[in-house]
């Protein structure tokens, strides 16, 4: 099961997957949704229910009923936000570490599994989906996850995963993806934020640059993001700090290069959002890996 790093705010949070792989069937509300958040797990997430606003990476979509999504390790993520909303979904997790020796020499080959900023969304056909069900179903019913049967089950579930994905690989570029016009507006302000983080930008200068009022930008962005733009650039500063924390830069490093005024303000900000601090976050990361 994955451990949050956290406590149960809706903040961004790393959530560490201890286990192997954990497989869930979930047909239930949410009193308070996962805000955005990554793990050390690879994630295939079926929805069955329809998702207005799903946060992958830099991309805002819609994603329909019936979609697979593949969610790499350490990709920022969040799939729903409406509380008390019914929704169903299936969730396999699959630890990345423990994956990438699993595929062994098969690793070049699966490489998409690793690669954080490439998330999949991927269209199966119908029968495709009632076969992933029944995959799904069938690993789930088995009693001791451990099992030499229940491994065995993974397996064929990852093979018929792995073969879709190959046979929809031209339904996972962006403009194949159910993006709005609005969306595609907070998408290319996620895009300018990444590239310019270090600058520390203000609504005001992304209005500007963007030619729009920064009252109805901020009511836009918060909009299909369900958090204020400020928040998000926050979020997306910590969520850099960890990519360079785990790459091997010192703590010091990172708050000088994300051009936080002091060590005390990145080191406070850091806790606060994933709960540890970044020097024991830092010595984590091998495990993390």
């Known amino acids: 099961m994955a451990a949050s790093v956290t406590d ?12 192997p792989f954990d497989i869930a069937y979930r047909n239930s509300a949410s009193a308070s ?33 019936g979609t697979l999504l593949i969610i790499p390790a350490f990709c920022v993520h969040q799939l729903y936000h409406e509380a008390g909303t019914v929704y169903e979904r299936y969730i396999l997790t699959i630890r990345d570490k423990w994956l990438s020796t699993l595929l062994c020499e098969n690793r070049s080959e699966y490489a998409y599994l690793h690669d954080s900023s490439h998330p999949l969304v991927i269209f199966p056909e119908d029968t495709k989906k009632e076969e ?57 302000i996620i895009s300018y934020l990444t590239e310019h983080l270090r600058d520390n930008p203000t609504i005001t200068e992304l209005a500007g640059h963007y030619y729009l009022n920064p009252d109805y930008l901020a009511r836009l962005f918060k909009k299909h993001m369900h958090i204020s733009l400020g928040h998000y650039i926050m979020l997306q500063k910590i969520s850099a700090a960890e990519s360079l924390l785990r790459e091997g830069m010192t703590v010091t490093e990172v708050q000088e290069y994300l051009n936080y005024s002091s060590y005390s303000y990145f080191f406070r900000t850091f806790q606060k959002i994933t709960g540890i601090s970044p020097s024991r976050y830092r010595s984590l990361s091998i495990d993390y890996n």
């Open 8 to 19: 149960n705010r809706s903040d961004t949070a790393f959530y560490y997957v201890s286990s």
């Open 132 to 188: 992933l069900l029944r995959y799904f179903d069938g690993l789930l019913s088995h009693e001791d996850p451990a099992s030499t049967k229940a491994l065995i089950s993974l397996l064929q579930l990852f093979d018929l995963i792995h073969s879709i994905k190959k046979e929809k690989k031209d339904l996972i570029n962006k403009e194949a993806l159910p993006i709005s016009a609005s969306q595609k507006k907070v998408n290319d």
């Open 33 to 65: 949704p996962v805000g955005p958040h990554s793990h050390n797990a690879v994630e295939f997430y079926l929805t069955l229910t329809d998702l207005p606003d799903v946060l992958l990476n830099d991309t805002v979509l819609a994603v329909p009923a």
